[in-house]
T-cell receptor, first 109, second 115 residues
Framework: GIQVEQSPPDLILQEGANSTLRCNFSDSVNNLQWFHQNPWGQLINLFYIPSGTKQNGRLSATTVATERYSLLYISSSQTTDSGVYFCAVPTSGTYKYIFGTGTRLKVLA | DVKVTQSSRYLVKRTGEKVFLECVQDMDHENMFWYRQDPGLGLRLIYFSYDVKMKEKGDIPEGYSVSREKKERFSLILESASTNQTSMYLC??????????????FGPGTRLTVT
């Protein structure tokens, strides 16, 4: 089955710094989602991005489906950005989503 | 905005009790999911439903059952709770995979402790 890997596994930043999180997948996909899991455990939708680039405030994401990766950019990080970031892809023609192992981000004040 | 709600944020139950976790979505989505999340193991799919009264087992269905009597509501049942079912339970919904976009939306989660 499809494998989804995220890097780095852990990241510590000073407030105001920028960062790039990466999601690699082993097979072609027709959609991809990025989530932020906040300290209370809820998974918040960030982007639904099968290809191309999207931006939402300080966050943006790029998926290059032909190269089998997606990047999440966080600019001017804030302490509220702390948490775990997951990417997820659906297996082709089925209901099942495969989640990456996540990147744990800590932003220090 | 899509809203997925779960009946409890925190729940403490005793071993052997029957436990019901409920999930409600307000976007008329066909698909609903139950996951559990444990440190080091990531999100694991317990059960999935693609329509009313329809269900399919996920990766770890043992010890769980589900019920979907109405489109907006998906219940997870622990018939006889055990300590190894202590976990974070996450419900999600999405449109049918036949739709142009089948973005998945999550509820706030239920932290279940079985003592």
């Amino acid at each position: 089955g499809i494998q989804v890997e995220q890097s780095p596994p852990d990241l510590i930043l000073q407030e105001g710094a920028n960062s790039t999180l990466r999601c690699n997948f082993s097979d072609s996909v027709n959609n991809l989602q990025w989530f932020h899991q906040n300290p209370w455990g809820q998974l918040i939708n960030l982007f639904y991005i099968p290809s191309g680039t999207k931006q939402n405030g300080r966050l943006s994401a790029t998926t290059v489906a032909t190269e089998r990766y997606s990047l999440l950019y966080i600019s001017s990080s804030q302490t509220t950005d702390s948490g775990v970031y997951f990417c997820a892809v659906p297996t082709s023609g089925t209901y099942k989503y495969i989640f990456g192992t996540g990147t744990r981000l800590k932003v220090l004040a | 905005d899509v809203k997925v709600t779960q009946s409890s944020r925190y729940l403490v139950k005793r071993t052997g009790e029957k436990v019901f976790l409920e999930c409600v979505q307000d976007m008329d989505h066909e698909n609903m999911f139950w996951y559990r999340q444990d440190p080091g193991l990531g999100l694991r799919l317990i059960y999935f439903s693609y329509d009313v009264k329809m269900k399919e087992k996920g990766d770890i269905p043992e010890g769980y059952s589900v019920s979907r009597e109405k489109k907006e509501r998906f219940s997870l049942i622990l018939e006889s709770a055990s300590t190894n079912q202590t976990s974070m339970y996450l419900c999600a919904s999405s449109p049918s995979w036949r739709a142009n976009s089948y973005e998945q939306y999550f509820g706030p989660g239920t932290r279940l402790t079985v003592t």
